[in-house]
């Protein structure tokens, strides 16, 4: 999450993609995200949220979850990178 001084914003639904990708696979939404982001850059380093032993479990098995390349095209298609949204904190400057 960037560093702002904004309140996080709410949870909302899966984007379509998801869904569709992890049916492609045979996967869960919570698995395709994780494996997609990485090709996204360098920078980019997804950490799940972990609270249940199952979530746990479904997290590691997003490890093995290899997406191919028309469903990464049809990922960053569907969901364009977007700047982070807030003021920075004067301790993140």
Excluded at 7 to 14: H, L, N
């Amino acid at each position: 999450m960037p560093c702002t001084t904004d309140s996080p914003r709410p949870r909302r639904r899966p984007p379509v993609p998801l869904p569709h990708a992890a049916r492609g696979c045979g996967a869960t939404p919570a698995q395709v995200s994780p494996a997609w982001l990485p090709h996204r850059g360098d920078d980019i380093v997804p950490i799940p949220g972990t609270m249940r032993r199952a979530t746990l479990e479904e997290n590691l098995a997003a490890a093995e979850l290899s997406l191919g390349p028309d469903e990464l095209r049809r990922l960053d298609a569907a969901l364009p990178p977007s700047p982070a949204a807030g003021t920075p904190r004067a301790s993140c400057s």
